[in-house]
Antibody
């Protein structure tokens, strides 16, 4: 079955960077786009960006331009999300979520999600 | 940015009752709307995509309808495991989510 397992919770100081990983299993990793979405306390879900696992192309939300880097290690079946210059407002649960479009057709709907990674930014 | 407004914020119902949840878009999103269910401490689960298509493994008591700006998620007869928060999400222009509707036990 499809499984996305994310790395553990992180506590970071303002200005630091964080890397969240997402290890996939149960499907052809290179055939599906992976998204990153976050949910801050009391806030809506917020889409951050996606990566075409097949060719490595990425797209980010304008809100995170310059601060977020999404990458993948196709051989290890892992997607990564790096967020830099952290501030308190970045405290949130970060999710990887597989796009339901096969062959990296970016459908924009998320059919499987990781369990979430809590990132806390606090001095 | 397309804004999705969900109503009501909370729905108090008993098992066996029918639940009707609304999602309204700030502009037409055709049928590019999905619904997700989220339980405490869990990741969201895809229920409905493209307004009315049930995702794999989703029971028939869940149905979606609507087009343009107004959409509805209906749970025909609530089971105990259906008490959760439900979110809508659009993919017509960017990717945005609604604020959620909590379905709680009355």
């Amino acid at each position: 079955q499809v499984l996305l397992v994310q790395s553990g919770a992180e506590v970071k100081k303002p200005g630091a960077s964080v890397r969240v990983s997402c290890k996939a299993s149960g499907y052809m990793f290179t055939d599906y786009t992976m998204h990153w979405v976050r949910q801050a306390p009391g806030q809506n879900f917020e889409w951050m960006g996606w990566i075409n696992i097949g060719n490595g192309n990425t797209k980010h939300s304008q809100k995170f331009q310059g601060r977020v880097t999404i990458s993948r290690d196709a051989s290890a079946r892992i997607a990564y999300m790096d967020l830099s210059s952290l501030r308190s407002e970045d405290t949130a649960v970060y999710y990887c979520a597989r796009d339901r479009g096969e062959y990296n057709w970016n459908y924009g709907t998320f059919d499987y999600w990781g369990q979430g990674t809590l990132v806390t930014v606090s001095s | 940015e397309i804004v999705l407004t969900q109503s009501p914020a909370t729905l108090s119902l008993s098992p066996g009752e029918r639940a009707t949840l609304s999602c309204r878009a700030s502009q037409s999103i055709v049928s590019y709307l999905a619904w997700y269910q989220q339980k405490p401490g869990q990741a969201p689960r895809l229920l409905i995509y493209d307004a009315s298509n049930r995702a794999t493994g989703i029971p028939a008591r869940f149905s979606g309808s609507g087009s343009g700006t107004d959409f509805t998620l209906t749970i025909s007869s609530l089971e105990p495991e259906d008490f959760a928060v439900y979110y809508c999400q659009q993919r017509s222009d960017g990717l945005t989510f609604g604020g959620g509707t909590k379905v709680e036990i009355k």
